[in-house]
């Protein structure tokens, strides 16, 4: 356990009867649960983010509780500035400061290619394997109908009028995650890319089925680009 009944103590207003941090983390909180109304707000905002459950959101608001106020005000600040100022490019879509962004606009890249990710998480794992210097288009999620997600919750329409719009670019790479909300995507932008004559090219499975590209290693991802093959040679459909 990573957090202690003392912290916990001196914010909760010396509730010593509480038997276990998990008894004072139950399912049905309530300020008194709290002792405070602020704390249990700052708790149930942090455990809005993913991954966080309850203990961690109280050990996270206890955290920054100890820390002085200048810090607590720079680490709001920059999530206000982020969120109010963040562009994103017009043409990729990735996170970016200026209407373009820097990988778009680099001379260096080659405008040929494009490569199809999910996020900009999996932006910067290609981008730390050194082995593409193609272009990107950010979909901004797959599509998931148990998510209620689907095609025009993405910016794939974008993507199809890029493709459309240009006439430099050869070929797309699919570099998706392996998983069936992953295949049921680069199945949807074949179909939908398919007759522009552009090469439509999906990873290799250097990773395994399931995984999500963010967490493949630099040398598998690496690898999967370089050996990526033609998409109508994946699939019989
Ligand atoms: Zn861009």
Redesign the pocket.
Known sequence: MSWGRTNIINFGGGKSQLASPESYISKEQTVETFSSKLLQEAVEEFSKLPGIGKKTALRLVLHMLRQDEDAVKRFSNSLVQLHENVIY?E??H?I?DSP??A??SSHRRDSGTICVVEDIRDVIAIENTGQYHG??HVLGGIISPMDGIGPADLTIEALEDRAKASQDIQEVILALSTTMEGDTTNFYLYKRLKGLNIKISVIARGIAIGDELEYADEVTLGRSIIHRTAYDKTTTG
Do not use: D
Request: hydrophobic share 25%; with cysteine.
């Open positions: 490019c043409s990729c990735n970016s373009l962004c990988i778009c272009l990107y």
